[in-house]
């Protein structure tokens, strides 16, 4: 079992749904969480960082963490065409090593 | 956004042949990362330094090598390239316990 599940979709929505992208882990020290986005052939970018269980928000992001299902999301409203991309997940316990999802493929439809 | 430069960003070699990959940047982040990508694998972490010569392994270090001799720059070598090196190359930076900012990637590929 990998310590990093995400389904990689692809995930195709139209413009302007919701979209809900998730991911799973097995190692309750993580309590660090990152969300990136990675255009094809770009490196990835990083939307949200937070720390620990809780929810946060930035614009039509929300990072939300659930700790005791060792659960984590992120949501994005009103999406359109160029939020597609690949979506990173990654984790970590405060040390140097973060573990990263495979990554979900998200196309929105014009 | 962190300034991170990674050169060459485009590279093919022959199998044997030893290659380096440079990461600069400008952030003056303690931390630097060298990871592998690949489809169905993800991000995989080769080796990362935590200072100036200091670096260490990480999961996937077998065949590369790395130096850091100043704060801003952080070097990958594959002494003798083989083809199961063929990937996308990026460089990370942070601080212990927060964000990493990644570069735009080297893509190389061993013939």
């Known amino acids: 079992q990998k310590e990093v599940e995400q389904d990689p979709g692809p995930l195709s929505v139209p413009e302007g749904a919701i979209v809900s992208l998730n991911c799973t882990y097995s190692n309750s020290a993580f309590q660090y969480f990152m969300w990136y986005r990675q255009y094809s052939r770009k490196g990835p970018e990083l939307l949200m960082y937070?720390?620990?269980?809780g929810n946060k928000e930035d614009g039509r992001f929300t990072a939300q963490v659930d700790k005791s299902s060792k659960y984590i999301s992120l949501f994005i409203r009103d999406s359109q065409p160029s939020d597609s991309a690949t979506y990173l997940c990654a984790m970590g316990s405060g040390t140097y090593k973060y573990i990263f999802g495979t990554g979900t493929r998200l196309k929105v439809l014009a | 956004d962190a300034g991170i430069t990674q050169s060459p960003r485009h590279k093919v070699t022959e199998t044997g042949t030893p290659v380096t990959l440079r990461c600069h940047q400008t952030?003056?982040?303690?931390?630097m990362y060298w990871y592998r990508q690949d489809p169905g694998h993800g991000l995989r972490l080769i080796h990362y330094s935590y200072g100036v010569k200091d670096t260490d392994k990480g999961e996937v270090s077998d065949g590369y090598s790395v130096s850091r001799s100043k704060t801003e720059d952080f070097l990958l070598t594959l002494e003798s390239a083989t083809s199961s090196q063929t990937s996308v190359y990026f460089c990370a930076t942070g601080t212990l316990g927060n964000e990493q900012f990644f570069g735009p990637g080297t893509r190389l590929t061993v013939l």
């Open positions: 952030e003056n982040h303690r931390y």
């Open positions: 937070t720390y620990s269980s």
